[in-house]
Nanobody, 115 residues
C-alpha cells in the first residue's frame, strides 16, 4: 500500500534552514506529482509546493524564493529545502500524492521557527 514518511523537522532560529524529506513506497513514484503541505497551529492545512513528473515546480506565494521542492526518483524521495525561515513557517509539514483517485498523506514532521 502507499506509504509516505516525512522526516527532517525540528527547531530552528529565524533566518535558518532545514531540509525535509519524504520517502514514498507502494506505487511507481516517478509517475506521479508530489506535493508539500503544512498546517500551522490552530489553522487549516495549506498547500506549499508541488513538483510534477517532468520536474516543473510551483510554490505558494508565501514561500516563493525561500523554499525549493525537488525529487530523486531513484530514491523515491521528495525534498523541501527551506531557507530564510520565519516564525510564521512554524507548522506540521506533510507530503502528499494523489494516487488512483485517493489523496495519501504522511504523518507529518513538525517545524518550529523560534528564537
Amino acid at each position: 500500500q502507499v506509504q509516505l514518511v516525512e522526516s527532517g523537522g525540528g527547531l530552528v532560529q529565524p533566518g535558518g534552514s532545514l531540509r525535509l524529506s519524504c520517502a514514498a513506497s507502494g506505487y511507481i513514484f516517478s509517475r506521479y506529482r508530489m506535493g508539500w503541505y503544512r498546517q500551522p497551529p490552530g489553522k487549516q492545512r495549506e498547500w506549499v509546493a508541488t513538483i510534477f513528473t517532468g520536474g516543473t515546480t510551483t510554490y505558494a506565494d508565501s514561500v516563493k524564493g525561500r523554499f525549493t521542492i525537488s525529487r530523486d526518483n531513484a530514491k523515491n524521495t521528495v525534498y523541501l529545502q527551506m531557507n530564510s525561515l520565519k516564525p510564521e513557517d512554524t507548522a506540521v509539514y506533510y507530503c502528499n500524492v494523489f494516487y488512483q483517485q485517493v489523496d495519501y498523506w504522511g504523518k507529518g514532521t513538525l517545524v518550529t521557527v523560534s528564537s
